[in-house]
């Protein structure tokens, strides 16, 4: 089993950083992802621009975690993956969320940027399921994942979301601030696949296994885009759905990167969505239209996250 108090510290995630995580969020030593010991939550909400197999029409019940053991310069949620903005909670208070969740109509559970969290969910899904939950548990991550964390999951998690971000490592490192991210996300991929098997949709439309990996299209970057899509395709097939997005925004620190600071051009768009359909793909989405604003950015004030009381 996997811990994140144990002598060697947390190795929860591929940076294994080995720090000690206390329940408190100014820990002495602070983690690489920046996370404490509490789950530390930035918005509770029923999201209705996921994918339409995870939103359906009462939207998905999604829990955006604060902090992320990845530094992209282009975030969109850096608010909360670099910034911190949350607020700690026990896990007995996360298993009421994930109740609240329930009983909003949520199709789903989505747990947005987790893995730095996973103990803290576990106990929460146990403590919520011995009070009537059942919500299928999607896991949206950003692919920096470790395969024994992945395992520790088994039982809990019905349906992953991970992204897929880069094919060449050398971006990952530009762009994310990580070593070797493709080497590790595919890794962790067929770990997940493993889990939980090929993408299944029901006769409601909404999704009950399997993965949607996710890969947002940078600018100049189309090749890398066909890249990943190439090995998704060797595989998996259709095995799993793949969900292409157009909305990249030059936001946060990317004007650090003046090849990237500038939207996406609709034709680099169009390459990367006319080579899925050149493999094969038929388990796919794309985004039409102008996705690439702000409007489609949560905003992270804390709502449901704590007790009314609190």
Not at 209 to 231: E, F, K, N, T
Request: aromatic share 10%; proline share 4%; hydrophobic share 35%.
């Amino acid at each position: 089993m996997l811990e994140i108090h144990q002598e060697t510290g947390c190795r929860l995630c591929p940076r294994k950083c080995g720090v000690l995580r206390e329940g408190i969020v100014t820990a002495p030593k602070r983690a690489l992802c920046r996370a404490s010991g509490k789950a530390e939550v930035a918005l509770v909400s029923l999201h209705r621009w996921e994918e339409p197999c995870i939103s359906g029409s009462q939207g998905a019940g999604t829990v955006f975690f604060s902090h992320c053991n990845l530094r992209c310069c282009f975030c969109q949620n850096h608010e909360i993956s670099a910034e911190g903005s949350g607020f700690a909670v026990t896990d007995e208070r996360l298993a009421e969320i994930f109740l609240e969740q329930q009983s909003r109509g949520a199709t789903c559970l989505e747990l947005v940027t987790p893995t730095h969290y996973v103990e803290n969910i576990i106990r929460a899904i146990d403590i919520a399921r011995s009070r009537g939950f059942s919500l299928r548990v999607a896991y949206n991550t950003n692919g920096y994942d470790l395969p024994e964390t992945i395992g520790r999951l088994r039982g809990y998690v019905d349906m992953y979301m991970p992204d897929l971000k880069y094919f060449d490592s050398r971006y990952g490192e530009r762009y994310s601030g990580v070593p070797h991210y493709f080497e590790t996300a595919s890794v962790a991929i067929r770990a997940m696949f493993d889990a939980v098997g090929r993408y299944r949709v029901g006769e409601d439309g909404l999704m009950r296994s399997g993965l949607i990996v996710r890969h947002l299209v940078l600018p100049g970057l189309w090749r890398d885009s066909c890249r990943c899509l190439d090995w998704l395709w060797e595989n998996f097939g259709n095995d799993v759905c793949v969900s292409l997005m157009n909305q990249y925004m030059p936001l946060y620190k990317a004007s650090r990167h003046p090849e990237i600071n500038r939207k996406l051009f609709t034709l680099e768009y169009q390459k990367v969505v006319r080579h899925a359909e050149s493999l094969g793909y038929r388990n796919c989405f794309i985004q039409i239209g102008e996705t690439a604003e702000s409007k489609f950015i949560p905003v992270f004030d804390g709502t449901n996250v704590l007790r009314a009381s609190d």
